[in-house]
Nanobody, 125 residues
Framework: QVQLVESGGGLVQAGGSLRLSCALS????????MGWFRQAPGKEREYVAA????????GYADSVKGRFTISRDNAKNTVYLQMDSLKPEDTAVYYC??????????????????WGQGTQVTVSS
């Protein structure tokens, strides 16, 4: 079955950096787009970033554009989220996800059907 395992979360001071990783198993990684989402306490889960199956197309939420970078290594079946210039409002549980079907472009935020267990990111002020 499809499994996603995130790692790399932790506690960091405002202005610092973290890199999240997500390893996918159970399907052909290079055939599927990947995305990152987050959920802060008391808030709904929100889209953060996405990358196409080829890696040529990426998309970001306005709140993280210019600070976060999504990338993928198809040889390692892994997607990354490099987070720089972190702010306290970035504090959340971060989830990676993949859509149920193979999109040639970036899927919409509602198209994701498989999710990881999440990794906590806490940014102190």
């Amino acid at each position: 079955q499809v499994q996603l395992v995130e790692s790399g979360g932790g506690l960091v001071q405002a202005g610092g950096s973290l890199r999240l990783s997500c390893a996918l198993s159970g399907r052909t990684f290079s055939s599927y787009a990947m995305g990152w989402f987050r959920q802060a306490p008391g808030k709904e889960r929100e889209y953060v970033a996405a990358i196409s199956r080829s890696g040529y197309s990426t998309g970001y939420a306005d709140s993280v554009k210019g600070r976060f970078t999504i990338s993928r290594d198809n040889a390692k079946n892994t997607v990354y989220l490099q987070m720089d210039s972190l702010k306290p409002e970035d504090t959340a549980v971060y989830y990676c996800a993949t859509p149920k079907i193979s999109w040639s472009s970036l899927p919409g935020p509602n198209e994701y059907g498989y999710w990881g267990q999440g990794t906590q990111v806490t940014v102190s002020s």
